[in-house]
């Protein structure tokens, strides 16, 4: 099989220009095309001469991702892609306009294994994870097929990034490096249902990014009836770790919270989540529910949103309710899958 030149760093690729008898400069020059110029073929790299790209089609393959479906949302411009991966397999990801820029929302895997009752992403099952290079393929095509540069990235797609630790690691890597696309970490976002030990994983590399939890309820008992990740790292050790990570890093983090109407809205709940996050270098992201047609979930109605957002003020914590885009094209949180009946 050939190697995956696109998942590669430029340390690597310098190693493999050598092992080529080829100089190490050659290296930035690819690393710039496949990730400057999201190239797509060896034959698009003009300044690199036709022996050596010979030589390249011969030993690494460019993964690349196609358009397979392509929605796009008549209220606000967002876009939903249905994009085929080289073994068949579909992933979706969406473009949202913001005042600031582009923001693509990506995929990490391809299904879940987390099992989030109120989610869309694990209904299919969990069938693989994402290489770096796929992860990138979903910008540069988005970019491409747009005409467009996209500023921020948000892992919130389908999958648990912290449950594809290494190849999510080396995408922000790739994606970040000033020969490529140069996508800063502090316009990342990164999202996980509290993988625990994947956040004291990246705790340690002291990454720019901001990582956003999903938590969604302010106690086990409710947090464990939608959540099964609950039952093996509970509220209390996934909020230490959050703890010991803004230590660390010093950065903020985002608490994600899905309003589900009669689940985890009542006043009651406001004031127990403002009890455990009293005190956190945080922000509360309130989400009304999406719907997924196969789950009965309702969303909390605005008058519970904004009660619940008076409460948690009253413990000092900073809480806003997330625009919902992409309504009419099933693009918003919770509602990404990746069968072919996506809609
Ligand atoms: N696995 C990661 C990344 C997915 S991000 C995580 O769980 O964080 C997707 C975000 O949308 C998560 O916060 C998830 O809990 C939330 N979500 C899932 N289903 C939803 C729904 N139906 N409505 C609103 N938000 C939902």
């Known amino acids: 099989m050939k190697k995956d030149i696109k998942s590669m760093s430029i340390a690597e690729l310098k190693e493999e220009m050598l092992s080529l008898g080829e100089k190490a400069f050659k290296a930035t020059q690819i690393y710039s095309w496949l990730h400057k110029h999201s190239a797509e073929s060896f034959d698009e790299m003009t300044n690199i001469s036709k022996d050596l790209r010979e030589n ?73 994870n994402l290489t770096p290079s796929e992860i990138l393929s979903q910008i540069y095509k988005a970019q491409k097929d747009l005409d467009i540069r996209i500023s921020h990235i948000v892992m919130m797609g389908v999958g648990e990034p912290l449950d594809n630790y290494d190849n999510v690691i080396k995408f922000l890597r790739l994606v970040s490096d000033e020969n490529g696309i140069n996508i800063g970490m502090r316009n990342i976002s990164l999202s996980t249902c509290g993988v625990v030990t ?9 990454l720019q990014l901001t ?28 909020l230490k770790a959050c703890k010991d990570y803004i230590k660390a890093t010093n950065r903020r983090i985002s608490f994600e919270y899905a309003m ?22 945080c922000h509360v992201n309130l989400i009304p529910v999406n719907s997924v047609k196969e789950r009965s979930y309702t969303k909390s109605s605005k008058e519970r949103m904004e009660s619940f957002i008076k409460i948690l003020g009253k413990y000092g914590i900073n809480a806003t309710v997330r625009r919902t885009l992409g309504s009419d094209i099933n693009a ?8 072919e009946n996506s809609n």
């Not at 994947?198 to 002291?206: A, H, N, S, V």
């Not at 990582?211 to 996934?238: G, Y």
């Open 56 to 128: 390249l089609k011969k030993n690494y393959d460019i993964y690349n991702c196609t358009i397979e479906k392509k929605l796009v949302s008549v209220y606000d411009d967002t876009v939903k892609y249905l994009f085929r991966l080289n073994d068949g397999e579909l992933i979706e990801s969406v473009v949202m306009k913001y005042k600031y820029g582009y923001t693509i929302c990506v995929s990490s895997q391809v299904g879940c294994k987390m099992g989030c009752r109120f989610c869309a992403s694990g209904i299919a099952g969990f069938v693989r």
């Open 198 to 206: 994947g956040i004291y994983k990246l705790m340690e590399e002291k």
């Open 211 to 238: 990582l956003s939890i999903s938590l969604h309820a302010p106690d086990d008992e409710t947090r464990s009836k939608t959540m099964p990740v609950n039952d093996r790292w509970n509220i209390d050790e996934l």
């Open 260 to 281: 589900i109407s009669g689940v985890n809205d009542s006043d009651e709940c406001a004031r127990k989540l403002g009890m455990k996050l009293k005190g956190m270098l």
């Open 332 to 339: 918003s949180c919770g509602q990404l899958r990746r069968g």
